[in-house]
């Protein structure tokens, strides 16, 4: 996702795996409208990057990379930019939210 440019932060000394936009992990909305909103935009219920997000990526392959490298990071808890923390089986949360990329 170049025009994006997201990146990554891996702090060691806790393990956690801190991101911005590359995926979310919100609740669905009781309302209406939101639920409306989170259904359009394919968020909300589970973690995974957005309907927006997975439009802007251009190069599969070097996503794919760019994951698997995300991947072979040693963290155990994922602190996204939007929604709650990942506080257990994060790494598995992250190949599931990316499975359409990280294909064994």
Same mark, same amino acid.
């Given at each position: 996702?170049?025009?994006?440019?997201?990146?990554?932060?891996?702090?060691?000394?806790?393990?956690?795996?801190?991101?911005?936009?590359?995926?979310?992990? /919100?609740?669905?909305?009781?309302?209406?409208?939101?639920?409306?909103?989170?259904?359009?935009?394919?968020?909300?219920?589970?973690?995974?990057?957005?309907?927006?997000?997975?439009?802007?990526?251009?190069?599969?392959?070097?996503?794919?990379?760019?994951?698997?490298? /995300?991947?072979?990071?040693?963290? @155990?808890?994922?602190?996204?930019?939007?929604?709650?923390?990942?506080?257990?089986?994060?790494?598995?949360?992250?190949?599931?939210?990316?499975?359409?990329?990280?294909? @064994?």
């Amino acid at each position: 996702m170049p025009s994006v440019q997201e990146y990554v932060f891996l702090h060691r000394a806790s393990r956690s795996l801190i991101i911005a936009d590359l995926f979310l992990n /919100v609740s669905m909305s009781n309302g209406w409208l939101a639920g409306f909103l989170q259904k359009l935009k394919d968020i909300g219920g589970r973690p995974g990057p957005s309907r927006l997000r997975r439009a802007m990526i251009r190069d599969a392959r070097r996503f794919e990379g760019s994951l698997r490298r /995300v991947v072979e990071l040693d963290f @155990e808890r994922v602190i996204p930019g939007h929604g709650e923390i990942i506080e257990s089986n994060a790494k598995q949360v992250f190949r599931e939210a990316f499975s359409n990329w990280l294909k @064994e």
